[in-house]
Antibody, heavy 119, light 110 residues
Framework: QVRLVESGGGVVQPGGSLRLSCAAS????????LHWVRQAPGKGLEWVAF????????YYADFVKGRFTISRDNSKNTLYLKMDSLRTEDTAVHYC????????????WGQGTLVTVSS | QSALTQPASVSGSPGQSITISCTGT?????????VSWYQQHPGKAPKLMIY???KRPSGVSNRFSGSKSGNTASLTISGLQADDEADYYC??????????FGTGTMVTVL
């Protein structure tokens, strides 16, 4: 079965950096695009970034452009999100999600990792 | 990349049907047949309920159905059950490999 396990969350000061990881299993990792989606405490879901199956491009929401970098290592079945210049408003649970093979929309989700940006 | 508009809350009695709307623009909902719907119980990860406007993943009850007209997509839950009480989010492809979520709807079973 598809399994996605995020890690790397924690508390960081404003302006700081953090790298999230998402370890995947149960499907052919190199065949699917992957997403990062976040959810601030008590708020709704926000799409953050997408990377195609072969890492041939990176696509971002406007609010993270230039600050976050999505990447993947198909040899390790792992997705990453490098977050720089963090702001208090980036505080959220960050989920990784597998993209559907057709439309690319998120289908399977991990349990999320909490990032808290606070001084 | 503005969030899609959903009603903040919808409620219904057990056995009834409810419909949640998701309104976007011609650049997202109206431009592509790539709308998906997610159910999220408190403290849990979202679960895919509908994809490509009206397709149901394996294992999802046929009480859940989706449709789209113009810039508005809809999720209908028929035969409402207590376990359907959750938050629901729509998501649409918005072009150039970007996606946008809806504002979310809290469903209450009376």
């Amino acid at each position: 079965q598809v399994r996605l396990v995020e890690s790397g969350g924690g508390v960081v000061q404003p302006g700081g950096s953090l790298r999230l990881s998402c370890a995947a299993s149960g499907f052919t990792f190199s065949s699917y695009g992957l997403h990062w989606v976040r959810q601030a405490p008590g708020k709704g879901l926000e799409w953050v970034a997408f990377i195609p199956h072969d890492g041939s491009g990176e696509y971002y929401a406007d609010f993270v452009k230039g600050r976050f970098t999505i990447s993947r290592d198909n040899s390790k079945n792992t997705l990453y999100l490098k977050m720089d210049s963090l702001r208090t408003e980036d505080t959220a649970v960050h989920y990784c999600a597998k993209g559907d093979g057709g439309s690319g929309s998120p289908d399977y989700w991990g349990q999320g990792t909490l990032v808290t940006v606070s001084s | 990349q503005s969030a899609l508009t959903q009603p903040a809350s919808v409620s219904g009695s057990p056995g009834q049907s409810i419909t949640i709307s998701c309104t976007g623009t011609s650049s997202d909902v109206g431009g592509y047949n790539r709308v998906s719907w997610y159910q999220q119980h408190p403290g849990k990860a979202p679960k895919l309920m509908i994809y490509d406007v009206s397709k149901r993943p394996s294992g999802v009850s046929n009480r859940f159905s989706g449709s789209k007209s113009g810039n508005t997509a809809s999720l209908t839950i028929s035969g409402l059950q207590a376990d359907d009480e959750a938050d629901y989010y729509c998501c649409s492809y918005a072009g150039s490999r970007t996606y946008v979520f809806g504002t979310g709807t809290m469903v209450t079973v009376l």
